[in-house]
């Protein structure tokens, strides 16, 4: 990125001073999620213009347009105390931005990851306007509500100031002040303070996802039944996936139990939900995979019949019989075979000397098992040589299947036997990996993860003691989801284990997937061992997880080009001036710090951060300085900021580019005619243009 990036724009200057002036009416001056409501309000308008009075929503004609099917006043919701409170926090604007800081960072020039130190309820607001609709899934593991957890504070009435000494930083007596608090079982408003917290970032979380977008959300026992309530006014019951359980531990090891009246615990939830369940992609499908020596060994101790023990290691001579039609009308061609052999895995293991499960290993693709499955092709063949008399058993028939994994290639299949026994191949249910073969077990919603919880506290190469999952479940979700350029959000990133799961798979499958993560500077506890090694706050923990895991990712992987960077953002206060005026006294001065709205010291780059963003720009979109204008590049589209004077060459520079818009500050102007001539010549080559 070539431009200065320390540089403050407010320093003196010889400008006239009938300098133009700006009112604080400007678009790209207001807060960000200014109006939460205004595009759904927007869109009804557009299905139901005649319940609108003078531009605002009369309920009295909606009601008559409704009659019957408004609902009554006993209905089924979800009410807590607060509830009103939280509506508030979601619609109250944010007037704070997000800053760069590239000394935190991992190739800022290039990557496409971010990381936000921030409180989530503010950093989602900010990214409203640059990210709704973009993110394919989301993941959060926020605080369960335990009784011993913290839980956010939503009082943005804070000044900046205020807001920095929440998030850690001891006041002038010595006290530590949070923006999150504990929210004790004790407490009469227990269940109410959690849900206060998750509204507001539910909602925001919503407008954010894609239409075929996914939300997963980690929860246990003590709010699941809340969460579930929550999420089905939020996104939509219909909308609703699944409730996986988790089993996270043994019973041996988990809690409660014992003396307590209540069964031991060790299951977790995982809430998924979707925006437009119409627009969804169905999931890949989840296995677990189990090494096939000790899944057969396990069969034989528990009893239990293994299927597949049959082999075929010739599969003889192939003669074409006849051919039949599928229900399309399209061929299927059927041979017979002759002089074939089929011997069991125990006789062949006997036979070459070798174990069973080298047999399994050596011979994964000629094993199988028969059955009697529900298909309109076989009993065609079946019609189809009946009467015939054949010198074999064996017989096997290619066709071209319109649907399923074998779509549209030729597809063989082999029956056996008077019944036509179709073959069960263990390669399609098995896979090979590092020269161990794997057979794949369907899930459903229950996965163990008791297997992945052993060395936990290694992933990342980072200790972390606030509920770290493992790398396994986020790497399984994405996989899930099926594209390889998702955009993925987390905004209780904790210890970054998504975006570590993120760049794992990316190595992995060749994926250039991208992630998002926020997470509030909440300080680590003295006595931790986090604490002891340096990590003063959890974004810490989040950050050098991130660097250690990518380094470590690129270094397995030196002949990929892989992106294991990150952009850290910090929220910060706006680089404007605030309007606000507590008496009449104060307009005189307030139009006066309008002929420059900038705030003392206010860094260039910091500011062209703060205007993409208002410009509904991403965070990763490049930016170059040229010529006294920053030049912005996102999604193939060009965008001009001009913050300091230019001449009229360079105005003409811009028009002949064509950006998708141009941004300049008023005093880069020398007074109100060359404003005034600049503005028409942008509106005759009909361009977007704008001054703040």
Known sequence: ???????????????????????????????????????????????????????????????????????????????????SVAYQALQRPTHNTLTPCPDESVDFDTTQNIFIESDNLEALKILQKSYAGKIKMIYIDPPYNTGNDFIYHDDFSQTQKDYEIAIGDRDINGQLLKSFKKNSKDNGHYHSNWLNMMLPRLHLAHTLLSDDGVIFISIDDNEQAQLKLLCDEIFGEENFISNISLKMKNVAGASGGGEDKKLKKNIEHLLIYTKNYQELTPFNPVFELIEIGNLVQMYKLENKSWKYTSVIVNYGEKKYIKSTTDGAGDEIKIFLRSGYKILSVTELAKLENISEVEVYKKYARNIFQTAMPQSSIRPRVMEALNGMVFDTDLFSIEYIPKSGRNKGVVYEQFYKGEKFRLFSWLSDVSEDIDGKLYKKEMQGTFWDLTSQMNNLSKEGEISFENGKKPIFLIKRLIEMMGDKNDLILDFFAGSATTAHAVMQLNAEDNGNRQFIMVQLPELTDEKSEAYKAGFKAISDISKERIRRAGAKIKAENPNKTLDTGFKVFKLTGSNFKAWQIDDDNAIAEQLEMYINPLKDNAKEIDIVYELLLKMGLKLTATIEFKDGVYWLTCENKSYAIVLNSLSQDGFNTIIAKKPAKTVVLDKAFLNDSEKSNVILQFKDANLNFESI
């Open 1 to 83: 990125m070539n431009q200065p990036t320390n540089q403050p724009t407010n320093q003196p200057t010889n400008q006239p001073t009938n300098q133009p002036t700006n009112q604080p009416t400007n678009s790209l001056k207001t807060a960000h999620n200014s109006d939460f409501f205004g595009e759904k309000l927007a869109k009804l308008r557009q299905i139901l213009p005649e319940i609108f009075s003078e531009h605002a929503l009369d309920l009295d004609k909606l009601k008559t347009l409704l009659g019957e099917h408004i609902a009554s006043n006993e209905r089924y919701g979800l009410n807590w105390a607060g509830k």
